[in-house]
């Protein structure tokens, strides 16, 4: 031992300061949604949301031949609900992971990035707070993304094409009172999935700390996933996948309805979400912060 | 007297893979004292203070800040306490008072006008306004001393905070230490710079390899301190070293680069001068090299570009 001969040996120990006022539960979230709206990116990937899916919806609309080969494609020319569906296919493949890790998977990693983990973990407020602060950051912007998007989606469609009756995809007529309400059933059916790319995202943005890989990974990872999906001799995974959890709206729409697959979707994000979640927290409260 | 603790930290040892980066290290310090930890880069000082904020667990040994360990109170340890460990980082696409008011979210809060004070008080309020992104880095050291203040500390932990500024920069962040420290408050100091500590600081820990070499007053690290030394270039180079042999009380040596170098008390080495005059060896430069602290600073820190000048022992072999 390097041992310090020091009369301090012998000296009392100074009394703790008087507690400081402690932080709400809630201040760490305001700290992070200040931060958050203070970036350009987030309020770029807002104005994306609002904004693209208007754009997709006048393009397809003006196509003189729909696309028949995609689910509700054969009447996405002469249907609001059957374009804002087909949309709504089309974001789940990659837009939806990719909205939501451009936050989540930033969030942990540009404290690496800007090397303020010192700055924010020497003040009263503990790392678990901050995580779950920044967690509850995230998924709230994920949420208000599909809202958006959704919204933008469903609305312009059905200005730009009109509100007929849908046809269902066993050939069945809902009517259009009906079918507004599950197409918005349809596009919320999206937020447990998009939670768990999400979760995928936080993962790796504490884990790379570099917050490329925690925007990026998750999307490659969304498109392996529907590759391996897509492949012969995997019916037991599939289920387990996040993106099939993706497709399990398409029971609204048929005759009978079966709702089977969206509380599949349902536990398997939540799995995914408890597993992503669970383990960043435990990375973030067990590492030495060693850089910045 | 009987002054009580603000850190006391037992037998701390921290391991990065095979690399021993603090080593059953013991610091005392006490309240209301400027305390300075000095080592060069490497030695362990950043760690040590960063397993005082937390932000990296030892392996082995208890640090405690006003008697309570992170196992026992966790973020509480931290009241009355605040710093920052090396350069003070902010996020750069909010305002220097943006951020500031962030944090003291994270504080809890902070009494009404207190932000504008600590603004005042580390010269920043003209600027607070302006994105940190555009800020230099004197302005952000300056933020980072701003960000501790609203704390109201009773222990303020400052890692190299003269690091990177410009001389006026360097003398404007001592002297704000000291006006700081003025105040009653316990300051811990880590540098590099023996002249700041010895400027600043009451006490002091010289580090070396993550152990602790010295530990004591500056008065007492004076005691120990060399003869000062100095750089010699003459017109006769071999001569000049002829005649620091016959001066028992000095030391000259040449260096690999083939400069001279001089130690001893200036008494002595005022004489040796006086011989190389009448020698008629031509005095080219004499300049004083490091002062007597740093000497025994690199010296303690087992400096090998600086040993040869302030190792009398090697110095004397050297010169025969």
Redesign the interface.
Known sequence: ??????S?????????????????AL??L??EV??LR???RAKAVLLVALVAPAVIVVVIHGQSRPPKDTLFGRFATENGFALSLLVLGFASQWVLPLLTSIVAGDLFASEDQ?????????????RSRLFWAKTATAVGFAALVLLVLAASTIVSSLLAVGHQPLTGLTGQTVPAADALRLVAVAWATMLPPTLAFTGVAILLSVWSRNPAVGIAAPVVLGMVMQLVGALGGVEALRPLLVTTSFESWHGLFTQPVFTGPLLDGLLVSAAWCGFTLATAFVLLRRR???G? | M?????V?AR?VTKT?GSVRAV??????V??GEVYGVLGPNGAGKTTFL?ML?????PDSGTI?V???TWDE????V?????????S???????TGR?NLA??T?????TPPGLLEEVLDVVEMSDRADQLVGGYSYGMRQRLGVA?SLL?EP?LLVLDEPANGLDPAGIRDMRALVKRLAGRGLTVLLSSHDMEEVEEICDNV?IMTRG??AF??SIAELRTRAPDPGHALATTDDDRALALGAEHPRISVTRDPEGALAVTGPPAAVSSYVGALVRADVGLLAFTPAHTPLEALFFMLTDDPTHQSLHRPDRVRVAAR
């Open positions: 031992m390097t041992a310090v001969q020091t301090a040996d012998a000296r009392a120990v100074e009394p703790a300061p008087a507690p400081r006022r402690r932080p709400s201040a760490a305001r700290w200040r931060k203070a970036q350009r800007h090397g303020t983990w010192k700055t924010v973990l020497t003040r009263s407020t503990s030495d912060i060693t910045g | 009987n002054p009580a603790l603000a006391d037998g990065f080593d059953d290290i013991s610091v005392q006490a309240a960063r904020f937390g932000l990296i667990r405690r006003f008697g309570r109170a966790g973020v509480e931290l009241d009355g306490v605040a710093g920052f460990i090396e003070p980082r902010f996020y750069p696409y909010l943006a962030g944090l979210l994270l504080d809890g809060g960000a704390r009773r820990t152990t602790v530990h004591g």
